[in-house]
């Protein structure tokens, strides 16, 4: 069974602060990986996706990702957050299969 | 139409009552996706469909949940009996196979609360 686990429930930064989630997840074939964003009273939208070759990923509104296979990680990263990326993210996982399972989310709280 | 659609966006229901949530997928999308997000979580799978054949009904949370899509088009998502734990986000994705991957899409939920 695949599952995913994000590390921090809430995390607060000041505006121009790096940011960076943490993702770890557990499947035992190929994987594919998403990290997807939910702006207060706004559905879910993909930030960015993995699903092979350069392991280093470039999503919308400058944030990246990198998979890391040895260490079934796929932390998300910002060098400089704004205001407006206070939101909730969820890292998820999907194998061969369409299913996804998400993480329990972060909320992210910039303060101006 | 451009994107996922559902409806209602809320709905209220008293505990007992019968309810049902419609999702419009993306025209052409074969798989279609329930899930439920409960306060302060991420979304859990309910169920799949592949066309109109309902391949996987594994997080449905009871035989309170039915799932539906008779024409391998829109679906309905019905809860009988509603109970408090039910009060979720319910969110329907639709999904294309994108030459590599499938591509899945969210629409914006349909917020259930249970009285």
Known sequence: AQSVSQHNHHVILSEAASLELGCNYSYGGTVNLFWYVQYPGQHLQLLLKYFSGDPLVKGIKGFEAEFIKSKFSFNLRKPSVQWSDTAEYFCAVSGSYQKVTFGTGTKLQVIP | ?115
């Open chain 2, 1 to 115: 139409g451009a994107g996922v659609s559902q409806s209602p966006r809320y709905k209220v229901a008293k505990r007992g009552q019968d309810v049902a949530l419609r999702c419009d997928p993306i025209s052409g999308h074969v798989s279609l996706f329930w899930y439920q997000q409960a306060l302060g979580q991420g979304p859990e799978f309910l169920t799949y469909f592949q066309n109109e054949a309902q391949l996987d009904k594994s997080g449905l949370p009871s035989d309170r949940f039915f799932a539906e899509r008779p024409e391998g088009s829109v679906s309905t998502l019905k809860i009988q009996r509603t109970q408090q734990e039910d009060s979720a986000v319910y969110l329907c994705a639709s999904s294309f196979w994108a030459g590599e991957r499938y591509e899945q899409y969210f629409g914006p939920g349909t917020r259930l609360t249970v009285t």
